[in-house]
């Protein structure tokens, strides 16, 4: 790595030793930021990219351990290094365990501790470049694939390889533009079906009449214009899956029939007397809270129950914000390559701005965002001047929680408390004291 764009971060809640290691690290080209305790080294973690983080292992109140939990999430790309005093060493190893990168001994030497440092930042450098390998190769195997390690998205992933290998009916809930097709791929790939028919319908797509015979096919002279018989997508679908995309758009008398061949696994063409029976697997998904609109009868509830066998949702990009930058650059890849563009990636501030945006579109508006950076892009990297000025805006406030006037005090303290245990990734000791309160007061109100 190239030590002029190495930026590291120094923490020691002894200020005389902190100065000593920036004035070191300084001298030797490195672009350091220093920090003089655990909570001032998380504000530093929020506002900037770290390729190293360089830490002491005992302080109080935030530790060097603690950081080193929540790097992961704040700096997902640093290397960290744990300085330790005479009867600590046991904890980093302990540390190393967890992640950490080396671990030092104080007194700190200038050559083992600039030493530890280059090296910290070659291996680095190597596993950004092996991610970014992986990225490509994987965007040139298959380029519309579920990205994310946030928590959320890994709860969801996981759910889809348990459910996967049965054949029980899956239904799909989450807003437009999440992937809901993208996950009903998934279950199809690792089921036992992946060698047979993947037949997927978009419901709102099509008019009640077409979408009837597209489903269940008629036979010759059902009606005007039908001249010969025609198999519906069930019957194409034998022995594989079927995906119903927005089954709530579904109108009353197609749910009796789809109810029909959840119940008894046959269904008759338009026209025809005999039934027809079929082994399909039945994913649906939808954007709609189908509860809802069960009670507004809108929606039959002995067909929500055969539907809702498994659920999976799939959370709001807004709830994820972490996954973000994986999710530009598995995008970036994808148009580089289709629009033959040499574009090195994204700078800190368009990642910024992208990772503090709302995105109501989810996903798909992500994905447009950087195909349209992609194709207007000037200088061979995607930075803020090349995002929509409604992305910069929405951006600009940076991450948040909004809450309506109103809202009473137990839902704010509900809502402040989901968001930092989504942040630390369910550690309840590091929300704690994130928020400065006992971990037993988590527990409590959890």
Not at 226 to 243: P, V, Y
Request: glycine share 6%.
């Amino acid at each position: 790595m190239d030590v002029l764009n190495a930026r590291i971060l120094l923490v020691d809640d002894e200020v005389a030793h902190l100065k000593t290691l920036e004035r070191l690290f300084t001298k030797e080209g490195y672009e350091v930021v220093a920090a003089d305790g655990g909570q001032q080294a998380l504000d530093r973690m929020r506002e900037r990219k770290f390729h190293l983080i360089i830490t002491d292992l005992m302080m109080p109140d935030i530790d060097g351990m603690d950081l080193l939990k929540l790097a992961p999430t704040l700096q997902p790309e640093a290397e960290v290094i744990l300085m330790t005093a005479f009867g600590t060493v046991e904890r980093a190893v302990e540390g190393m365990k967890e992640g950490a990168y080396d671990f030092v001994s104080k007194p700190i030497k200038r050559a083992t501790i600039l030493k530890a440092a280059r090296q910290g930042l070659e291996r680095q450098a190597l596993v950004v470049e092996n991610k970014e390998l992986k990225a490509r190769l994987a965007g040139l195997e298959e380029e519309r694939t579920i990205v994310g390690q946030s928590l959320l998205m890994r709860e969801s992933v996981d759910r889809v390889r348990q459910v996967a290998p049965s054949d029980a009916t899956v239904l799909i809930s989450g807003e437009s533009g999440t992937g809901k097709e993208l996950f009903a791929q998934m279950i199809y790939r690792l089921s036992r079906r992946a060698e047979k028919p993947f037949i997927a319908v978009n419901c709102a797509a099509l008019p009640e009449s077409i979408l009837e015979s597209e489903l269940f096919g008629y036979e010759k002279g059902a009606f005007t214009g039908a001249n010969q018989r025609k198999i519906g997508r069930f019957e194409a679908a034998d022995e594989g899956t079927l995906f119903l995309d927005e089954i709530g758009e579904l109108s009353p008398q197609v749910q009796v029939k789809l109810l029909r061949v959840l119940q008894e696994g046959a269904f008759e063409r338009l026209g025809a007397n005999v039934p027809t029976e079929v082994d399909v697997r039945i994913v649906a998904a939808t954007h709609k809270n189908l509860e809802k609109e069960m009670k507004d009868g809108n929606f039959r509830e002995d067909l929500y129950y055969r539907l809702n066998v498994i659920d999976i949702k799939i959370p709001p990009l807004r709830h994820r914000l972490e996954d973000v930058p994986l999710l530009a650059e598995h995008f970036l890849q994808i148009y580089v390559e289709k629009n033959d563009r040499q574009i090195q990636g994204f700078s800190e501030d368009a990642l910024a701005s992208l990772s503090n945006y709302h995105w109501p579109g989810n996903v798909r508006e992500l994905e447009n965002i950087v195909e349209r950076a992609v194709v207007l892009d000037k200088d061979g990297r995607i930075d803020g001047d090349d995002l929509p000025e409604h992305v910069k805006a929405g951006s600009s406030e940076g991450r948040h929680i909004t809450i309506p006037l109103g809202t009473s005090l137990e839902e704010i303290e509900k809502r402040v408390l989901h968001e930092t245990l989504k942040m630390t990734q369910g550690d309840k000791k590091l929300a704690a004291k994130l928020l400065g309160i006992a971990t037993r007061t988590i527990y409590r109100k959890l």
